[in-house]
């Protein structure tokens, strides 16, 4: 059975139709990429898949169970997880606090703490930092963490190298890349061989559409597909 399941979705804001039958299936251990242009509806996938966009057609299936229309609280708590593209994280509270509010009231904190500080040791050494106070890759970081504290089986990753310096971006790989050996993820991700890097499998996006999909391996930017649709 597959972790997630999207089957014929069809997503709109207001009257602008923005999923047009999107299809897609995610397997646990894996990591998905979702590639494409600016506006092709990358995004909107990753939020309907948590029901803050709910589809007017189709559905959205997590572990077997129809998930569409529910309360995202309530898809949250299946164990999906997000990394939005702005991180979203207070900025006035600690490293530190910011994990502990997103660690369930049923979780030992101090093991999840310990277990994210293993995973990404420059958190450890700034626990004490105000969010607002860190660089753009520690603070990715900790978006990756804070996703990943709340027992999740699946995180949805949202433009995780977007504003980041080169060097600072391969940080965030790598803690990505260590990330996904914890948990399956789909990955929203405008560098190209990045996305292929970190991914088992693609979905190629255009004007709300699946053009194209399949394994990552072998596949580069000078193929005749990815050209036609990733080309400004």
Not at 197 to 207: G, V
């Amino acid at each position: 059975m597959s972790l997630l399941e999207l089957e014929d979705v069809h997503t709109y804001y207001g009257e602008s139709h923005i999923l047009q039958g999107v299809d897609m299936t995610v397997e646990e251990g894996s990591v998905v990429a979702l590639i494409g242009r600016n506006g092709v509806g990358k995004t909107t996938t990753l939020r309907t898949v948590l029901q803050l966009t709910p589809p007017r057609e189709g559905t959205v299936t997590y572990r077997g169970e129809d998930v569409t229309g529910e309360p995202t609280h309530e898809v949250a708590d299946r164990g999906i997880g997000w990394v939005p593209e702005d991180r979203r994280m207070f900025g006035y509270l600690t490293v530190e606090e910011n994990l502990r509010v997103s660690v369930g009231p049923d979780q030992d904190f101090e093991a999840v703490r310990d277990d994210m500080f293993d995973l990404f040791p420059d958190l450890e050494r700034f626990r004490e930092k105000e969010a607002r106070n860190l660089s753009g890759g520690q603070q990715q970081m900790l978006a990756i963490a804070r996703g990943m504290v709340g027992d999740n089986d699946l995180l949805l990753v949202d433009e995780p190298s977007e504003g980041l310096a080169p060097l600072i971006v391969e940080q965030v790989v790598e803690a990505l890349r260590e990330a996904s050996a914890e948990t399956t993820m789909v990955l929203v991700e405008q560098n190209f061989p990045l996305a292929m890097d970190l991914a088992d499998q693609f979905y190629l996006l255009d004007h709300g559409t699946v053009v194209e999909s399949g394994s990552t391996e072998g596949v580069t930017a000078e193929d005749e597909m990815i050209r036609r649709y990733l080309s400004a």
